[in-house]
């Protein structure tokens, strides 16, 4: 009888320490993961330009973004201010201008082809 009860107290020994170790394996894995969550959103957005993605038959009067200062694409919705319509370079582009249009179209040489804000 004292050999079952020194196995059963093994066993239930062992079993606590497999919990403890895929506690704390899982809570180290939650930790990294919310690390690289962390990491990855603190990293900037770049803007992407893809020459496949110019087109030049675009209703837009400017040919560089007001916003990013890439080159328009026709893929992208454009925005009316003033009576000109605005043509954009990445999809975020429209509504941070719409947000602000006074301060991006300054950003705009007279014609629309070259970027000369900040």
């Known amino acids: 009888m004292f ?3 020194k196995h ?6 062992m079993l606590l320490v497999m919990a403890l170790l895929m506690f704390a394996c899982s809570n180290g ?6 690390a690289d969550a962390k990491a990855v959103a603190s990293e900037p957005v770049e803007h992407v330009h893809d020459a496949s993605m110019d087109d030049s038959e675009s209703d837009a009067w400017n040919r560089i973004c ?3 200062g890439g080159e328009v694409t026709g893929d992208l919705e454009t925005v009316t201010h003033d009576a000109k ?10 509504e ?4 602000n ?3 991006y179209v300054k950003n ?11």
């Open 3 to 5: 050999k079952e009860s």
């Open 8 to 13: 059963i107290s093994l066993m239930i020994s």
């Open 29 to 34: 894995e939650q930790e990294s993961q919310t």
């Open 66 to 68: 007001p916003v990013c």
């Open 85 to 94: 319509v605005y043509g954009f370079g990445c999809p975020g582009c429209p």
């Open 96 to 99: 941070k201008f719409e947000q």
């Open 101 to 103: 249009p006074q301060d």
């Open 108 to 118: 705009l040489n007279e014609d629309g082809t070259e970027f000369i804000g900040g």
